[in-house]
């Protein structure tokens, strides 16, 4: 990928937060929040509400701060220095994540959109003002929604009704209300991608991270990209696919159509035959089908087994 939007937040002490009924323990530094498993490379603030999840939080040093609950305080290594408890970790760690969304600092700061050379976009297309880089010999044809905090990389093609960089659904339930999380992150796509007509890629949750589509990947007609999903390079995503959030998807995958990909990660040269559902890893050169999706080979086998008996 040759273009990035990358942005390093300033550093937030957890005592100046907007707490509210959220007990500090022990004041820390942050620069960026993300999950546990996440590897950000800045110093970082986590939720942590079940203790088989300690163990990210063991093996990465970045992590500095950690909203638990009391019972898990005595186990966090010293490498966290910021420590907060509440009885629901999880909720008040994403309710201070969108109030801080609402603070100057936390999220990326204002740019004026810039468009290069040779660019074809409709006057029908809306791109926003703000925070958009469009490199060379891009076309986007009408009624394509470019938001925020996106990067398109030269001679990429967006077809008619596709949204880029909107929000996810990602949301959190309490005993009273549902709501949403803010998406801060952004969305990158590299030279030479097609995206077909109405399809829909969303931004990231949180500032410091991008939804990212690689060089020469071809997405096709109503596709879904969930926030936080990285497509690697020449991927084939057909008609009506939907990745849910995260899915990593290495270099030279083929997706077939109405495929369902959940959280997982699809091998390189790997397989998903139409209308799958992958709710695990695939390795690297294989082929699955079905729902949920096994190595195609097994389902053939099982099906011919079904049909003799």
Same mark, same amino acid.
């Given at each position: 990928?040759?273009?990035?939007?990358?942005?390093?937040?300033?550093?937030?002490?957890?005592?100046?937060?907007?707490?509210?009924?959220?007990?500090?323990?022990?004041?820390?530094?942050?620069?960026?929040?993300?999950?546990?498993?996440?590897?950000?490379?800045?110093?970082?603030?986590?939720?942590?509400?079940?203790?088989?999840?300690?163990?990210?939080?063991?093996?990465?040093?970045?992590?500095?701060?950690?909203?638990?609950?009391?019972?898990?305080?005595?186990?966090?290594?010293?490498?966290?220095?910021?420590?907060?408890?509440?009885?629901?970790?999880?909720?008040?760690?994403?309710?201070?994540?969108?109030?801080?969304?609402?603070?100057?600092?936390?999220?990326?700061?204002?740019?004026? &959109?810039? =468009? +290069?050379? @040779? #660019?074809? !976009?409709? $006057?029908?297309?809306?791109?926003?003002?703000? *925070?958009? %880089?469009?490199?060379?010999?891009?076309?986007?044809?009408?009624?394509?929604?470019?938001?925020?905090?996106?990067?398109?990389?030269?001679?990429?093609?967006?077809?008619?009704?596709?949204?880029?960089?909107?929000?996810?659904?990602?949301?959190?339930?309490?005993?009273?209300?549902?709501?949403?999380?803010?998406?801060?992150?952004?969305?990158?796509?590299?030279?030479?991608?097609?995206?077909?007509?109405?399809?829909?890629?969303?931004?990231?949750?949180?500032?410091?991270?991008?939804?990212?589509?690689?060089?020469? &990947?071809? =997405? +096709?007609? @109503? #596709?879904? !990209?969930? $926030?936080?999903?990285?497509?690697?390079?020449? *991927?084939? %995503?057909?008609?009506?696919?939907?990745?849910?959030?995260?899915?990593?998807?290495?270099?030279?995958?083929?997706?077939?159509?109405?495929?369902?990909?959940?959280?997982?990660?699809?091998?390189?040269?790997?397989?998903?035959?139409?209308?799958?559902?992958?709710?695990?890893?695939?390795?690297?050169?294989?082929?699955?089908?079905?729902?949920?999706?096994?190595?195609?080979?097994?389902?053939?086998?099982?099906?011919?087994?079904?049909?003799?008996?």
């Amino acid at each position: 990928m040759h273009y990035e939007l990358y942005i390093r937040g300033i550093f937030m002490n957890l005592s100046k937060l907007p707490l509210g009924q959220i007990k500090l323990v022990k004041d820390g530094s942050f620069n960026a929040m993300a999950l546990c498993e996440a590897q950000t490379g800045l110093d970082t603030f986590v939720f942590l509400e079940e203790e088989k999840y300690l163990r990210y939080i063991i093996k990465n040093p970045s992590i500095t701060c950690v909203i638990c609950s009391e019972e898990l305080v005595q186990k966090l290594p010293d490498t966290v220095k910021g420590i907060c408890v509440s009885d629901t970790p999880r909720i008040d760690f994403f309710m201070l994540h969108n109030k801080l969304c609402q603070l100057n600092g936390y999220c990326r700061p204002e740019f004026d &959109t810039q =468009i +290069g050379k @040779n #660019c074809k !976009i409709s $006057h029908l297309a809306y791109v926003s003002e703000k *925070n958009v %880089i469009i490199k060379d010999n891009v076309v986007i044809e009408e009624f394509v929604s470019i938001k925020a905090d996106t990067v398109i990389g030269s001679n990429t093609v967006i077809r008619a009704g596709t949204v880029i960089g909107s929000d996810g659904i990602e949301v959190k339930k309490t005993e009273n209300e549902v709501f949403f999380v803010t998406h801060a992150g952004g969305v990158i796509l590299g030279d030479s991608v097609d995206i077909c007509s109405n399809t829909s890629i969303a931004k990231a949750i949180f500032t410091w991270d991008n939804t990212v589509i690689d060089d020469w &990947t071809k =997405i +096709g007609n @109503n #596709c879904h !990209i969930a $926030h936080c999903c990285k497509i690697g390079k020449r *991927n084939i %995503i057909t008609d009506s696919v939907d990745f849910c959030g995260s899915v990593v998807s290495e270099d030279d995958v083929y997706v077939g159509p109405n495929a369902t990909v959940g959280r997982v990660k699809l091998g390189e040269k790997c397989k998903v035959t139409l209308g799958a559902v992958v709710i695990d890893n695939v390795k690297p050169g294989t082929t699955v089908s079905g729902n949920f999706a096994v190595e195609h080979l097994k389902l053939l086998m099982h099906t011919a087994e079904l049909m003799r008996s």
